[in-house]
């Protein structure tokens, strides 16, 4: 069995004056090579679990318990300029909207530069920079090392991005939504390109998306977050073949049925209704399944196979069904 380069537990997290944790009790394992994916619908808790893990929690937000481990050293220990050394050298990230995430002011040739500069002591690193931007393909590296943000592409800013992470050669790249607002031919160029380097270097992934097809042809290992949980996690091949919580079901269902719209918010209706913190399961409101108890008591996960992990209470009762069965898409007697 493969060791864990980081492991996140107990991780709770809270806003101030908000009356419940945004995160509770979250328990990730991060394989120390290969691509982990962490899915679940938007508001779910991806986001802000990477952030916690990486020591850039936003303003309001604290963490009020939990550990995140990484070769031993417990990440949230760390001072904050300790956390900043932290970030590159050993655990790099992409977010979300890569142009956002460059300096409009500042060719990206020199922002790389300034990355491998800080990663290796080196005071001109304007020839790595190119010899970074070619090795993430980006085209013609040696005219668009000069250009500004705003005249690339939201793809050749991706690969920016990228290159800039691997001037450190980080042991973990966190991968938050990386192909959002890209069409699918550049996505799947990222995507490959992600995976190439990931070969090359033998860094873990951790992928932060909502598209499963993408978990489906990428990760090794899954984890299903939902309300601020991690409610299962799994080998890729068991989660899509024999999912044990209903809303990874719900998950599940969209993406195989033809007839059903693969989209998050359609799969499970509204959002989550509260119920009260430390009560009971957070999808007890809207679960099919669900029985009195799972309300007013919670339950954490629990081994249901080898490396397959489960938070249900009638996790037994609905061993054996169908995805949609369990989905709630179709009646079972359970």
Not at 196 to 213: F, K, N, P, R
Not at 241 to 261: E, I, K, N, S, V
């Amino acid at each position: 069995m493969k060791a864990n380069l980081l492991t996140v537990e107990d991780l709770t997290v809270a806003f101030e004056g908000q009356s419940r944790p945004v995160l509770s009790g979250v328990n990730l394992q991060i394989p120390a090579d290969g691509w982990m994916g962490l899915v679940g619908e938007s508001g779910s808790g991806k986001s802000l679990t990477s952030l916690a893990i990486i020591g850039l929690l936003p303003p309001g937000a604290r963490v009020l318990g939990g550990r995140v481990l990484m070769e031993g050293e417990d990440l949230l220990s760390f001072s904050t300029d300790r956390m900043r050394r932290v970030r590159g050298s050993r655990i790099g990230m992409i977010f979300q909207s890569p142009r956002s995430a460059l300096n409009p002011l500042m060719t990206v040739g020199a922002q790389i530069a300034r990355s491998v500069s800080h990663q290796t002591g080196r005071p001109n690193a304007e020839k790595g920079a190119v010899e970074l931007l070619r090795k993430v393909q980006m085209p013609d590296p040696e005219l668009r090392v000069h250009a500004y943000p705003h005249q690339l592409s939201g793809g050749m800013c991706q690969r920016v991005l990228i290159a800039m992470m691997l001037a450190a050669r980080p042991r973990l790249l966190i991968a938050d939504e990386p192909t959002t607002g890209l069409d699918v031919t550049v996505e799947a160029e990222i995507l490959d390109l992600m995976h190439s380097l990931q070969e090359e270097t033998g860094m873990a992934v951790l992928l932060i998306t909502h598209d499963l097809g993408i978990v489906a042809e990428h990760c090794g290992q899954v984890a299903v977050m939902y309300g601020g949980r991690i409610v299962e996690e799994a080998p890729v091949e068991v989660m899509f073949r024999d999912p044990g919580h209903p809303y990874t079901a719900q998950l599940m269902a969209t993406l195989l049925r033809a007839d059903h719209p693969a989209d998050f918010a359609e799969a499970v209706g509204n959002r989550q209704l509260d119920v009260p913190a430390g009560s009971g399961c957070c999808y007890a409101a809207r679960c099919p399944h669900a029985v009195p108890a799972c309300i007013t008591s919670s339950v954490e996960l629990e081994m249901a196979g080898p490396g397959h992990l489960v938070a249900c209470r009638r996790r037994q009762q609905l061993a054996g069904l169908s995805i949609d069965e369990k989905a709630g898409m179709t009646r079972a007697a359970v």
